[in-house]
């Protein structure tokens, strides 16, 4: 599985030439919000399948336990202090780290109306393999466009550059990592919870893989 082995982020044709770009071509805004639209549907169907949240939301329960704030504030919290860890990481924010917010934030709010919320356990599993997959494939497109990634993306690029590890075990590490500190401090966790922290680094490292392949045979 060569997608496995991938260690940096792949450039396409219409990735920019540096993340803090406050002119980017219309091709890399494009597809940035396409891959955070894909992104956020996959968050959203994830959520649908009602099988448990993502690592960082078990976190940031945690960490709202543990100082009495509220989830959202928590969360707030939890993305600040990533974002400070950026600095040693040499992690540079950009037009996509904004919008890796905003775009995702309003997709979820928008498809969860559409979406199917499943009993059966077998059609929630394959509800919430769908979402870790399409988050993935979301996740390729929108760094490939280089314009800066979200916090939790930032963390895995900026630590995949400076461990010379693959992404997708940088990735897997750091889920597991951080649902079990959220568990520590009391947040809960469902299989879904699992089944995202096992299987988001390799989606993320095959969504990359996918869509450099494909733009450099273009």
């Given amino acids: ?111 969860l109306i ?12 394959l509800q919430a393999v769908a979402g870790v997959l399409l988050v993935g494939l979301g996740s390729g497109f929108y760094l490939v466009a280089n314009l800066g990634p979200g916090p939790r993306d930032g963390l895995m690029t900026g630590l995949a550059m400076r461990t010379d590890f693959p992404i997708a075990w940088v990735r897997t590490a750091l889920e597991i990592g951080v649902v079990t500190i959220g568990w520590v401090l009391g947040g809960t966790i469902g299989y879904g919870t699992l089944l995202f922290a096992l299987g988001i680094g390799p989606a993320v490292s095959l969504g990359l893989f996918l869509v450099g392949f494909s733009f450099a045979k273009a």
Avoid: D
């Avoid at 099988?51 to 959202?72: D, F, I, K």
């Avoid at 928590?74 to 993305?79: F, H, I, K, P, R």
């Avoid at 919320?117 to 929630?124: G, Y």
């Fill in 1 to 111: 599985m060569t997608f496995l082995k991938l260690k940096v982020v792949p450039v396409a044709p219409w990735s920019s030439s540096q993340p803090l770009n406050l002119r980017p071509e219309v091709s890399t805004l494009f597809y940035l919000c396409f891959g955070l639209s894909i992104f956020g549907l996959g968050e959203a169907t994830l959520v649908a399948a009602n099988v448990g949240v993502s690592p960082w939301t078990v976190l940031a329960e945690g960490v709202g336990r543990l100082v009495g704030v509220t989830l959202g504030l928590a969360t707030l919290l939890v993305s600040v202090c990533v974002l400070l860890i950026w600095i040693p990481l040499k992690q540079t924010p950009g037009i996509g780290t904004l919008a890796n917010a905003l775009v995702v934030s309003m997709v979820i709010e928008l498809s």
């Fill in 114 to 125: 559409f979406l199917p919320h499943p009993e059966s356990a077998w059609l929630q599993l």
